[in-house]
């Protein structure tokens, strides 16, 4: 969709949108029903989201005394407060605050992992992690003899241009992610699929607690460099009964949240909620089995667990918050269209934000939500 027309959609419908709307969320929390295998006997405590990666870093930093924790306001807790009492616990030395300066923050965390010890870097919202991004296409410039450490150009490759005689592995950059609820455009972007297109990273997505609490521990023992991005808005909102003890879940294997036989839904982070909810009205208006797969890790993605659903159901609506254009969902149209040809009842839809910057007053109608969701849907079913 054009910007313009998009432009148009949201002006046309803006006399509708109530102060009321405004700031709410778009869907409603689903708290996981099963626990990761083997986790079933550990003991649990009700957290939040922002409890759960508190909780995370407090294990990390406790069993890796390399670990650091480093970015804008982590030392008395961050805006956000995930990272509250912990330097209280661990000291100044491991837990510190950085200048505004997000592409010292990726330049000094690549240099600390290097170095050998785990780097755990705080960019405070995803939307300003983009000048670190900037900086990694400035490439080496011999006559000066400089460096530019930072994410694409640098984290991703450090292995490789090495000959894996170094690497920043021990890197994890946590950011904030996706819409609030009045962020605008410079403070509810999902900017996930500007590094999928960069060999070397791994990027993740937790859905809830439970999920943020191992993915973030997996990540920051992974050997590779990872960017996790953390939902905002499910700071406060999302809560679960989390283990409180030491466990990871594995990175690049996406988890079926619900069962289905007539069509395959793909999402990750916030969106999982909103796809559980479109399964659950496309149950009861249409009767129809919908599966529900939140991806999980963006990249290295799970193709094969997503073309084993395909496969079964024959449909698939990939669905997320970015805008449709080159989002992370045209490769895994792209990808399926592939492997399940044969298998197809019905043209792969996407459903996701429009092609504009994410608006303010227009939000309510920028996001995907479960209606809009719904009626693709209905779409692939009666196709």
């Known amino acids: ?134 900086q990694v296409f400035i490439a080496f410039e011999p006559p000066k003899k400089t460096k530019s450490f930072q994410l694409v150009n640098e984290a991703a490759k450090f292995r490789y241009r090495s000959g894996n005689q170094f690497d920043c592995g021990k890197l994890t950059v946590r950011t904030t992610w996706g819409a609030v609820g009045h962020g605008a455009l410079y403070h509810s972007q999902s900017p996930e699929a500007n590094f999928t297109h960069t060999p070397g990273l791994k990027l993740v997505v937790p859905r809830g607690p439970i999920q943020a609490k191992g ?72 009767n129809a089995d919908v599966e529900v797969i939140d991806l999980q890790t963006i990249q290295p993605w799970d193709e094969d667990h997503v073309v084993e659903s395909v496969q079964k159901t024959g449909r698939l609506i990939v669905t997320h918050e970015a805008p449709i254009s080159s989002g992370f969902g045209a490769e895994i149209t792209s990808t399926v269209q592939k492997r399940c040809f044969l298998n197809l009842e019905s043209p792969i839809e996407r459903v996701a934000g429009y092609d504009t910057p994410f608006p303010h007053v227009h939000e309510p109608f920028y996001l995907p939500t479960v209606h809009r969701v719904f009626d693709a849907i209905k779409k692939s079913v009666n196709y």
């Open 1 to 134: 969709m054009s910007s313009s027309r998009a432009l148009s959609l949201l002006s046309k419908h803006a006399t509708t949108l109530s102060t009321s709307t405004r700031g709410k969320a778009h869907f409603t929390f689903q708290p996981s029903t099963t626990l990761p295998s083997g986790l079933e006997s550990m003991e649990k405590s009700k957290m939040n989201l922002m409890q759960s990666v508190n909780e995370a870093m407090r294990i990390a930093m406790e069993t890796d005394d390399s670990a650091v924790l480093f970015g804008e306001d982590v030392a008395f807790g961050g805006v956000f407060r995930c990272s509250l009492d912990l330097q209280k616990k661990f000291g100044k030395d491991r837990v510190f605050n950085t200048p505004l300066c997000e592409q010292g923050i990726a330049g000094f965390g690549i240099g600390v992992a290097a170095a050998g010890a785990t780097a755990i870097a705080e960019i405070q919202f995803g939307d300003y992690i983009f000048p670190a991004y900037d």
């Open 215 to 286: 993915l973030l521990l997996s990540c920051i023992r992974d050997p590779n460099p990872c960017i996790f991005f953390e939902p905002k808005i499910l700071y406060r909102l999302a809560a679960e009964d989390v283990p409180t003890g030491d466990y990871t879940i594995p990175l690049g294997q996406a988890e079926t949240v619900r069962s289905g036989k007539d069509l395959t839904l793909v999402a990750w982070g916030t969106q999982v909620h909103v796809a559980l909810e479109a399964a659950q009205l496309a149950k009861e208006k249409l």
